[in-house]
């Protein structure tokens, strides 16, 4: 399936987009999406980052041992940056990375030092406000030695834009014994291209834990984060919780390389589609003996006016290693539908269960508003087999 | 007494082929009645017409329930109006626990799902995911809670004893007659249907008629007790060759 074409020239630049002195100044509407989307007073946080279009807006830590700062402002004052700047994704691997190199819209930049291991989430938010951006970021997270980190980064856009892209690099560096839990949670809209390019370099006895979520419509995503678990004993694991809506273009990949001995990986990928295109992609290469990992995707069909694509691949440079996958497609089980109307619920109830239990990979570190929002509109969703 | 439930003459088709050949009976409100026969003879078939699965299709007759044609209804409103059953195999739901389940079930009649758990040591299963991994009894277990807590009038039980060991018939049993209202003086507000082959569950719940179903249709109805030992004795061969058939 070709990648749906993005004409990056179709976009202006986000910087020539006014954006307000401050959070209190976005309409009422706009606040209450990003309360929903994890921005909110009452959750408590270590740390938070807001971006509007090319702009930081809010950018505050809250403990010590923590950075948080725009990268605009860590290029020029943590001296290592040169260490991580486009080291874990390559600024000539594709046209969006070339352009995010070339003119750059600011991103966030968080570090936890060594031994320091946060309780709760940081919490990061790149929104998109104004009509016909492209949107251009670099972020860099760097988990220092024994060091942990929840991070939470929600990405939306003003609930009437007409089309806008999303280009979001981001280098992730998991050092030695640190872990990094980080969940991506999408509302883009309809009319919205996303190119998010990722990659994760994970060091001895360290721990990556990827979930990403993307429930709403969105005219296309593409992505497929690279991880490297290059130490001893390092390991990674992947979720996937997809609603693919008609009109929608979703193309998620993982590509996990164990490079050292002990590693091990899991991806994991639950899609349920209503129509439009979804491909699910997953990769892992064993390049060191002794290694582990697992595939799994699995993918609901709600209608026969889309495409499901499960894609596994399994690589082995070593003969020592367990690689193993499970993919599957199918419609929803006629049993366990009639199986919940026989307790009293009508098809849609039964059927909107079914799917929520589906998608319901636990979430670590979601705020309650946000998982009602998405059993709101899971429950809502008006579903036919 | 009125009855509860009143089947006419009913006739059902599955994926074209007739199992069922006018079928009647009628279960007063307060009984249990229980059907025996082998596997194949059409007993699933019956449960699953009278909870109205669309696979089942009625060729003739009539589902009478509570005074209402219920024939043509679907299985969430016959579900609503007082029917409930229990699957041989149910299926498993993945992520949904068995706690969501109950809660769907449960009407506002004050059941708590939290006591009524513990009372039958099936606590620690509430957030399961329902019916994964569950042994035979467990399953069964599983089922009748969500029974007890739907609290039907008319209780359906597909093979109740099948599969389950023997330390937790006991349990089992226990737990239909509290369904069925079996501890409480007549006059009972619960019927029940059963259906076995094996005749166990006689020893746990008691029945008070019985039925044999042959190639779709009732050969033999009568005391259940005296039908039982009939078919120990003398096996399903025995019911075909009975003269009593032609009354039915």
Redesign the interface.
């Known amino acids: 399936m070709a990648e749906k074409k993005i004409d990056l020239k179709a976009f202006k630049s986000a910087k020539e987009a006014k954006v307000p002195e401050d959070l209190s100044k976005l309409s009422p509407e706009e606040r209450e999406r990003l309360r929903l989307l994890g921005l909110d007073e009452n959750i408590p946080h270590e740390g938070e980052y807001v971006q509007v279009d090319a702009k930081p807006l809010l950018c505050r830590r809250k403990v010590e041992g923590l950075e948080v700062m725009p990268i605009s402002q860590a290029l020029k004052s943590f001296d290592k940056i040169g260490d991580y700047l486009w080291k874990a994704v390559s600024p000539e691997k594709d046209e969006f990375t070339k352009a995010a190199a070339e003119d750059l819209d600011d991103g966030y930049f968080i570090r936890v030092l060594p031994g320091y291991k946060l309780v709760y989430p940081v919490q990061t938010c790149l929104y998109i406000r104004t009509d016909e951006i492209a949107q251009k970021v670099h972020n860099i997270v760097i988990v220092e030695e024994g060091a942990e980190l929840n991070l939470i980064t929600s990405c939306s856009v003003h609930p009437h834009i007409s089309s806008a892209l999303h280009i979001g690099i981001s280098e992730f560096y998991v050092k030695k014994g640190g872990k990094l839990t980080f969940t991506m949670v999408h509302m883009w809209g309809e009319k919205v291209a996303v190119r998010p390019r990722t990659g994760i370099i994970v060091e001895e006895g360290g721990t990556y834990v990827s979930t990403y979520v993307s429930l709403f419509p969105v005219n296309t995503i593409q992505t497929a984060p690279v991880c490297r678990l290059t130490g001893e004993g390092a390991r990674a694991s992947f979720a996937t919780i997809i609603a693919n809506h008609p009109g929608s273009h979703i193309d998620i990949g993982g590509e996990v390389h164990l490079e050292a001995e002990n590693t091990r990986t899991e991806i994991i990928s639950r899609n349920v589609v209503y129509g439009g295109i979804n491909i699910a992609r997953g990769k892992i290469i064993a390049k060191a003996p002794k290694v582990k990992g697992h595939l799994e995707c699995q993918g609901l069909m709600l209608s026969d006016e889309g495409l499901m694509m499960a894609i596994p691949e399994l690589d082995s440079h070593y003969s020592d290693v367990e690689l193993t996958h499970e993919a599957a497609v199918g419609k929803i ?1 006629r ?2 539908v ?10 849609d109830e039964a059927t909107s ?2 799917v ?6 636990k979430i670590e570190g979601l705020s309650q508003e946000l998982q009602k929002q998405i059993d709101k509109t899971l429950e809502l969703a008006k579903l036919g087999f | 007494m009125a009855n509860l439930l009143e089947i006419r003459d009913l006739w059902v088709e599955v994926e074209g082929r007739e199992v069922l050949k006018g079928i009647s009976l009628e279960i007063p409100v307060g009984e249990t009645h229980i059907i025996f026969g082998r596997n194949g003879s059409g007993k699933t078939t019956l449960l699953m017409t009278i ?1 109205g ?2 696979t089942y299709k009625v060729k003739h007759g009539q589902i009478i329930f509570k005074g209402e044609d219920i024939t043509h209804l ?3 409103e016959r ?2 109006r007082g029917i ?2 229990m ?1 041989q195999r ?2 498993t ?4 626990k068995l706690r ?2 109950l809660k ?2 449960a009407k506002e009649n004050g059941v708590k799902i939290e006591e009524l758990a513990r009372a039958f040591q099936f606590e620690h299963f509430l957030d399961r ?1 329902v019916n994964k991994g569950f042994s035979g009894g467990e399953l069964k277990k599983s089922e009748l809670l ?1 029974l007890l807590i ?1 609290d039907p009038d008319l209780v359906l039980l597909d093979e109740p004893e099948s599969g389950v060991d023997l330390e937790n018939i006991h349990l089992i049993g226990e737990m239909i007659k509290k369904l069925l209202q079996k501890d409480t003086h007549r006059p009972r507000k619960k019927s029940g249907l059963i259906i076995t082959h094996t005749g166990f569950i006689l020893k746990y719940v008691a029945a008070d008629l019985g039925y044999v179903i042959m190639n779709g249709e009732i050969y033999c109805k009568g005391n259940p007790i005296e039908i039982f030992e009939g078919i120990q004795k003398f096996g399903y061969e025995g019911c075909q060759q009975c003269l009593r058939r032609c009354e039915f």
């Open positions: 089980a049993e366990e009639e199986y919940l109307m026989a307790r009293g619920l009508t098809e269960l079914i929520k239990g589906f998608l319901s990979v | 909870m699965f669309p679907p299985p969430y579900a609503k409930g059953i699957f149910p299926p739901i993945k992520g949904v969501e389940i769907l079930c995911e969500q739907q």
